[in-house]
Antibody, heavy 119, light 108 residues
Framework: EVQLLESGGGLVQPGGSLRLSCAAS????????MTWVRQAPGKGLEWVST????????YYADSVKGRFTISRDNSKNTVYLQMNSLRAEDTAVYYC????????????WGQGTLVTVSS | EIVLTQSPATLSLSPGERATLSCRAS??????LAWYRQKPGQAPRLLIY???NRDTGIPARFSGSGSGTDFTLTISSLEPEDFAVYYC??????????FGGGTKVEIK
């Protein structure tokens, strides 16, 4: 059974940093791209970033480019999202998700971790 | 960026009724469209990928159709767990994945 467990969320001041982690199990981790998707309170879903299975290719939404960095440690089956220069509009539940076999849609999701950016 | 517009915003139906949800793209996405269900307080769950293929374990009451710019998710007979929010998502315009704004299916 695929399991994704996020951690690292919390309250941070504007301009601050936070690192999210997502520990994966139940599948051949290095064979799949991993993605972060966020959901602001009461709002819809927004794609944030994707990292290829090898870790060689990274992709970002324009809204986070230059501020967020996605990475993975295939020896630990973990994907990370380093978030710098945080803004109030980054407040959201952050989900990590596993790409499907077809690619670029998401067949498994974590439970999410809440990031609140506020002074 | 490809904009996905979902309609209606809210659908009020009774258990056992048929639900028809629409997703319209601002430009063609081919068949690269997925549907998700999100129950309150939970993560989304993939229902349909590539417009019409049910994900593993998804019941046959869910079906998807369409191509190009117009897509439909049909739930043939609503179960209690189907009262939730549904999102469509395109993967045609990589790396600019986008989601629709959602349709809430509520109990009438």
């Amino acid at each position: 059974e695929v399991q994704l467990l996020e951690s690292g969320g919390g309250l941070v001041q504007p301009g601050g940093s936070l690192r999210l982690s997502c520990a994966a199990s139940g599948f051949t981790y290095s064979s799949y791209a991993m993605t972060w998707v966020r959901q602001a309170p009461g709002k819809g879903l927004e794609w944030v970033s994707t990292l290829s299975g090898s870790g060689n290719s990274t992709y970002y939404a324009d809204s986070v480019k230059g501020r967020f960095t996605i990475s993975r440690d295939n020896s630990k089956n973990t994907v990370y999202l380093q978030m710098n220069s945080l803004r109030a509009e980054d407040t959201a539940v952050y989900y990590c998700a596993k790409d499907s076999v077809a690619g670029l849609d998401f067949d498994s999701w974590g439970q999410g971790t809440l990031v609140t950016v506020s002074s | 960026e490809i904009v996905l517009t979902q309609s209606p915003a809210t659908l009020s139906l009774s258990p056992g009724e048929r639900a028809t949800l629409s997703c319209r793209a601002s430009q063609s996405v081919g068949s690269y469209l997925a549907w998700y269900r999100q129950k309150p307080g939970q993560a989304p769950r993939l229902l349909i990928y590539d417009a019409s293929n049910r994900d593993t374990g998804i019941p046959a009451r869910f079906s998807g159709s369409g191509s190009g710019t117009d897509f439909t998710l049909t739930i043939s007979s609503l179960e209690p767990e189907d009262f939730a929010v549904y999102y469509c998502q395109q993967r045609s315009n990589w790396p600019r994945l986008t989601f629709g704004g959602g349709t809430k299916v509520e109990i009438k």
